[in-house]
T-cell receptor, first 112, second 113 residues
Framework: AQSVTQLDSHVSVSEGTPVLLRCNYSSSYSPSLFWYVQHPNKGLQLLLKYTSAATLVKGINGFEAEFKKSETSFHLTKPSAHMSDAAEYFCVVSDNDYKLSFGAGTTVTVRA | ETGVTQSPTHLIKTRGQQVTLRCSSQSGHNTVSWYQQALGQGPQFIFQYYREEENGRGNFPPRFSGLQFPNYSSELNVNALELDDSALYLC????????????FGSGTRLTVV
């Protein structure tokens, strides 16, 4: 069975400071892992994905995530937050060819 | 390259009614999935179609059904609507499944009263 736990329901940062969103996963097999972002009234946009290649994955808009098998973690980071980063972020796991399992989401607010 | 488009964007239905939601896949994508996102929660997998056949289903009752057409567009049908069916329904298309990644539409907001 596959599942994801996002450890923070809400993260608040100041503009220009680092962002860290924490995610732990559970999977019976070698998983594929993703981070998606959802802005209000918009669809989900893929930030980055890990599919058993390099453990440090670089995504769009300056985001990156590191796959740590020993810790079953896939935390998302960005060195410097921008106001446009305010959104809902979802960590997603899949260990099959058809089903994505989403975490409950982390709401990011960015203070000016 | 067009993305995934869903219609309608908003819908209000009465408990017990039936509803059909529509999805146009991204050009070249032969796989479509549907997800239900209740308010304040992450999306939940309903089912997936690959080349017009259902090839995966989540924990949803049979009153949730779907179709995928030869042009790879798709429908989600929900019968006997319940109040708890109120949610954002998201359609996602892919070239061939998880490894290739999914492109999501903006969703249909269904309200059941």
């Amino acid at each position: 069975a596959q599942s994801v736990t996002q450890l923070d329901s809400h993260v608040s940062v100041s503009e220009g400071t680092p962002v860290l969103l924490r995610c732990n996963y559970s999977s019976s097999y070698s998983p594929s892992l993703f981070w998606y972002v959802q802005h209000p009234n918009k669809g989900l946009q893929l930030l980055l994905k890990y599919t058993s290649a390099a453990t440090l994955v670089k995504g769009i808009n300056g985001f990156e995530a590191e796959f740590k098998k020993s810790e079953t973690s896939f935390h998302l980071t960005k060195p410097s937050a921008h106001m446009s980063d305010a959104a809902e972020y979802f960590c997603v796991v899949s260990d099959n060819d058809y089903k994505l399992s989403f975490g409950a989401g982390t709401t990011v607010t960015v203070r000016a | 390259e067009t993305g995934v488009t869903q219609s309608p964007t908003h819908l209000i239905k009465t408990r017990g009614q039936q509803v059909t939601l529509r999805c146009s896949s991204q050009s070249g994508h032969n796989t479509v999935s549907w997800y239900q996102q209740a308010l304040g929660q992450g999306p939940q997998f309903i089912f997936q179609y690959y080349r017009e056949e259902e090839n995966g289903r989540g924990n949803f009752p049979p009153r949730f059904s779907g179709l995928q057409f030869p042009n790879y567009s798709s429908e989600l049908n929900v019968n006997a609507l319940e109040l708890d069916d109120s949610a954002l329904y998201l359609c996602a298309s892919s070239l061939a499944g998880v490894v290739y990644g999914y492109t999501f539409g903006s969703g249909t907001r269904l309200t059941v009263v």
